[in-house]
């Protein structure tokens, strides 16, 4: 029997995903990449599954991290992002971060080596043709205008849309390390036991944290006026814009300077500290952790160059941003990630309004499995809604309340990062630590979070096992 393929419109981290889950089912996939055909504003390659802006997909620790037990929900289902992720892994303390080069050349040769995937360049400019019996857009926050305009019009719907920054990243050889240095937070090490010193801390005093606020506030900033009224997502906001809303913002966020010894004069506590972590394997470029940034080029030279230890920094990349685009999912798909005004099409990724690397790639793994079951005459549920997975098909499809709004502009949909509050509840009662006690407050939370991530990897076993 002849199966007709899957289309799958991009080919970033959902749509790569989605294409090696279904070719792996037994179903042809063609996976179109309008890249080098057609560039974007943030990609530098034609590589599939780029990662754009940070090289972390953040916790590996599945026990008591909602993103951590993504993962291993996705290496349980044979995810080919979470194991090229794992293959091209980088020191990043209890994180999962990658060398981004060597993760998209391997995501790019296993897709182009298998037999049942067909790799077409190109951009798709229209709502998929009629005779394309199956697909699934995954185009992400980076959806060409000609698509967004064929979704908008298809949908009946306005996009929302939101601003997404990207951080810099500098050549280590030009950071000073007499005035860095190497620690992790708390000395905390990565999941295979190293990584205790996997990234790189530059202090600052009081005198130098105010100046370098001061300046952030000052400089120029890349505005974009025909988008005004976008708003950032708010787990990726622009330094200078944290920075905006109070001077102690930043030192309270990314540059909190708690955890961390100063190995230069242990005695000497920092008033706040700028953090760098490993981009590449080998360990030549360093990102700066949460210093996404809107700041003019120049600007950022100038003000970066102002942090203890990078005054002669050299940067392999500035930081930047664009617009990211998602639909309002809960009104437009239903349970099986299909457009219900349309029921041949799926959305997958950051464009159904999750939001991360992994996320977007964990909803490409659910639309390829279920587009494959489709073109077998299978039908598969989506995952629990106690699993990671499930949890955030259960929240673009349905799980946010919308509320009584007849105004479609005043819906409160938006991006959202995989949490244990997505998680329905579970009873914990009375709990125990090793010493007989009862555990309280913080403890018993993080007993809870471990009791959340068992039953769900419990529950992800049940419905890979019946998809056999």
């Given at each position: 029997?002849?199966?007709?393929?899957?289309?799958?419109?991009?080919?970033?981290?959902?749509?790569?995903?989605?294409a090696?889950?279904?070719?792996?089912?037994?179903?042809?996939?063609?996976?179109?990449?309008?890249?080098?055909?057609?560039?974007?504003?943030?990609?530098?390659?034609?590589?599939?599954a780029?990662?754009?802006?940070?090289?972390?997909?953040?916790?590996?620790?599945?026990?008591?991290?909602?993103?951590?037990?993504?993962?291993?929900?996705?290496?349980?289902?044979?995810?080919?992002?979470?194991?090229m992720?794992?293959?091209?892994?980088?020191?990043?303390?209890?994180?999962?971060?990658v060398d981004?080069?060597?993760?998209?050349a391997?995501?790019?040769?296993?897709?182009?080596?298998?037999?049942?995937?067909?790799?077409?360049?190109?951009?798709?400019?229209?709502?998929?043709?009629?005779?394309?019996?199956?697909?699934?857009?995954?185009?992400?926050?980076?959806?060409?205008?000609?698509?967004?305009?064929?979704?908008?019009?298809?949908?009946?719907?306005?996009?929302?849309a939101?601003?997404?920054?990207?951080?810099?990243?500098?050549?280590?050889?030009?950071?000073?390390?007499?005035?860095?240095?190497?620690?992790?937070?708390?000395?905390?090490?990565?999941?295979?036991?190293?990584?205790?010193?996997?990234?790189?801390?530059?202090?600052?005093?009081?005198?130098?944290?105010?100046?370098?606020?001061?300046?952030?506030?000052?400089?120029?900033?890349?505005?974009?006026?025909?988008w005004?009224?976008?708003?950032y997502?708010?787990?990726?906001?622009?330094i200078?814009?944290?920075?905006?809303?109070g001077?102690?913002?930043?030192?309270?966020?990314p540059?909190?300077?708690?955890?961390?010894?100063?190995?230069?004069?242990?005695?000497?506590?920092?008033?706040?500290?700028?953090?760098?972590?490993?981009?590449?394997?080998?360990?030549?470029?360093?990102?700066?952790?949460?210093?996404?940034t809107?700041?003019?080029?120049?600007?950022?030279?100038?003000?970066?160059?102002m942090?203890?230890?990078?005054?002669?920094?050299?940067?392999?990349?500035?930081?930047?941003?664009?617009?990211?685009?998602?639909?309002?999912?809960?009104?437009?798909?239903?349970?099986?990630?299909?457009?219900?005004?349309?029921?041949?099409?799926?959305?997958?990724?950051?464009?159904?309004?999750?939001?991360?690397?992994?996320?977007?790639?964990?909803?490409?793994?659910?639309?390829?499995?279920?587009?494959?079951?489709?073109?077998?005459?299978?039908?598969?549920?989506?995952?629990?809604?106690?699993?990671?997975?499930?949890?955030?098909?259960?929240?673009?499809?349905?799980?946010?309340?919308?509320?009584?709004?007849?105004?479609?502009?005043?819906?409160?949909?938006?991006?959202?990062?995989?949490?244990?509050?997505?998680?329905?509840?579970?009873?914990?009662g009375?709990?125990?630590?090793?010493?007989?006690?009862?555990?309280?407050?913080?403890?018993?939370?993080r007993?809870?979070?471990?009791?959340?991530?068992v039953?769900?990897?419990?529950?992800?076993q049940?419905?890979?096992?019946?998809?056999?």
């Amino acid at each position: 029997m002849t199966i007709e393929p899957i289309h799958i419109i991009g080919g970033g981290m959902a749509g790569s995903e989605a294409a090696w889950q279904a070719a792996n089912l037994g179903v042809p996939v063609v996976l179109h990449e309008m890249r080098p055909v057609r560039k974007t504003d943030a990609h530098h390659t034609d590589g599939l599954a780029e990662l754009v802006c940070s090289n972390s997909f953040r916790s590996d620790d599945w026990e008591y991290n909602a993103v951590g037990l993504l993962h291993e929900e996705m290496r349980r289902a044979g995810g080919l992002i979470i194991s090229m992720g794992d293959r091209h892994k980088v020191p990043a303390g209890s994180a999962l971060a990658v060398d981004r080069d060597g993760f998209s050349a391997d995501v790019t040769a296993a897709l182009k080596a298998h037999p049942l995937v067909t790799v077409e360049r190109g951009e798709i400019d229209g709502w998929p043709p009629r005779d394309w019996a199956s697909v699934i857009i995954a185009t992400g926050p980076l959806t060409s205008d000609a698509l967004a305009k064929a979704i908008l019009a298809n949908t009946g719907e306005d996009s929302l849309a939101f601003f997404d920054a990207i951080a810099p990243i500098v050549h280590l050889e030009t950071i000073d390390m007499s005035k860095a240095w190497k620690q992790s937070r708390y000395d905390k090490p990565g999941p295979g036991g190293d990584g205790a010193e996997a990234y790189i801390n530059c202090p600052m005093s009081k005198e130098q944290y105010d100046a370098f606020i001061a300046a952030l506030l000052a400089a120029p900033k890349t505005e974009f006026k025909e988008w005004e009224g976008t708003p950032y997502f708010e787990g990726c906001l622009p330094i200078e814009v944290m920075a905006e809303r109070g001077a102690e913002t930043l030192r309270f966020g990314p540059m909190k300077p708690v955890g961390l010894t100063n190995a230069h004069d242990p005695t000497v506590k920092a008033w706040a500290v700028v953090q760098l972590r490993q981009d590449n394997k080998l360990g030549t470029l360093w990102n700066m952790v949460g210093f996404q940034t809107k700041l003019k080029h120049g600007a950022q030279t100038d003000i970066f160059r102002m942090i203890p230890g990078l005054e002669n920094a050299q940067f392999a990349r500035l930081g930047g941003i664009h617009r990211n685009t998602f639909i309002n999912s809960p009104a437009l798909l239903d349970g099986q990630l299909r457009l219900k005004a349309d029921t041949r099409v799926r959305f997958a990724g950051q464009v159904t309004g999750v939001e991360g690397y992994v996320e977007s790639a964990a909803m490409g793994l659910v639309a390829g499995r279920m587009a494959a079951a489709e073109r077998l005459g299978r039908k598969i549920e989506a995952p629990p809604a106690t699993t990671a997975l499930g949890a955030l098909v259960n929240h673009i499809t349905g799980g946010h309340v919308i509320g009584q709004i007849e105004d479609s502009s005043a819906r409160s949909f938006q991006p959202m990062n995989v949490n244990y509050g997505l998680f329905p509840g579970i009873e914990v009662g009375e709990l125990k630590g090793p010493d007989g006690k009862r555990l309280k407050g913080a403890d018993k939370g993080r007993a809870r979070k471990r009791m959340l991530s068992v039953r769900a990897l419990d529950d992800l076993q049940g419905w890979l096992q019946g998809q056999v």
